[in-house]
């Protein structure tokens, strides 16, 4: 045998023992524990429709990110305004998309001009009558707090899931600022919503120590807001509501949050989440508790007072408690989304539905049958056909859809149920390439010339017809992947792979068994 012939035996059967060590943990086999530690490939990963869970489509509200965005600015603007003895009202935001404000001098315009310009160059400063001004986000700069809104909301959703623990999950920024969340394995809809829909945006708010059981929103002070702290009885479990006035302006936000961690702070079972913060947060909490030593401070979370401690002494530890009507899993999500950052502006759920496992289950078997039958019958057909020589396209079917999903593991792609489609649409495509060979080989048979000859010049003429018609499919495969949606994609990654794999089967692996019996046997004629 040629040398040749020796290292192409050895790279075929290096490549097949590969893919059964990379597709043993898809069997559900029990493996040993120091397997895992050797080979790290996960089993294969079954997409929503296969293996169920939470299918949930969001848009992120990215007009509110611009106006959280010109609601800070505005604050800033008035710090340094003032810092510059400059007078004026308290910036107020118009229709989403300015902010109006009005200076008690005329004299103050200059400055006011100068400190737009030095601090604030992404705005657009607009004088108007009676020494007032509009400040308007230019368009570019609009732009890039919606995309950067949607990007980070993208980011902030799989920390989260990551942290849930979530196995496999899909999280895929859409157009139109929308994002699709699939969570395999996951029926608990609500408890999916809650935790990605949080917006987690945590706040401390000093409270005014006044009676405010019969305050309305028009009799309270001007800076203040109502709230309302909801405490459970242990004992009789009853929910008591007590009204409270707080301020408006947080005395601290939580951005310098590093972590949250689970609480349990009685025997009673009451849940609470313990949050720490960076040095600056630190810095900032201690100031805060220690100025206000006596006072209550309200814990808010998403516009909702959670509770309202009372300072008892400074806490210049860096950590903070938050407590409330907490179940075990409530506690564990908030703490989940604290981790992760709060969202930069609210997700809004346009759909979502619940893919029953069952249903998943369904589809694998009828899938796996469909692909067995058609398998079957292509087998029997080849070897009906082509006799004998048959036998080397079935080889290469059966090797072809090992490699197949070998490589879909590696790649760490997800089989969803339009993915067997496309399997099977492979299998197809790899009988055509095989019917081409062997159909070029008899013709060439026909003519006189000997096996090996006839193989050689079959495998010529064939390969370029074969190459020209994968090629071409797999072009149109990446076409539909990089403009399709997700069923779609999922059929173009398992075409395009088992179409590469195909060629590989049908040109090298199928000519290696020809050769072999050509060269060992040397027959006078072929069964084909």
Known sequence: MPRSFKWKTVLVLFIILACFIILLPSTGAKLPGWWNSIISFKPVRLGLDLQGGVYLLLEADVDKAAQSALERTGQELYRRLTESRVRLTQPQLESGQTLTFSLFSANDRATTEDVARQYFEEYELQPGENNSFTLRLTPAALQGIKDNAHNQAVETIRNRIDLFGVAEPEIIPQQDYRILVQLPGMSDTKRAIALIGQTAQLEFRLVEDVDADNLTIDSIPPGTSLGYVDRRDSVTGRVNRRQILMRSRASMTGEGITDARVQLRNQQGEMGVEVYFNAAGTRQFADLTTANVGRRLAIVLDGKAISDPTIKQPITGGIASITGDFTPDGAKDLA??????????????????????????????????????????????????????????????VFNIIILLAVMVIMEATLTLPGIAGIILTIGMAVDANVLINERIREELRLGKTPAAAVETGYARATVTILDANITTILAAVVLYQFGTGPIKGFAVTLTIGLACSMFTAIFVTRLLFDYVVRRYRPKSLSI
């Open 336 to 397: 989940v989304a604290l981790r992760s950052g709060a969202l930069p502006a609210p997700v809004n759920i346009l759909e979502q539905r619940i893919v029953g496992p069952s249903l998943g289950n369904d589809s694998i078997r009828q899938g796996v049958t469909a692909a067995l039958i058609g398998g079957l019958l292509i087998i029997i057909f080849m070897l009906l056909y082509y006799r004998i020589s048959g036998i080397a396209a079935d080889v290469a079917v």
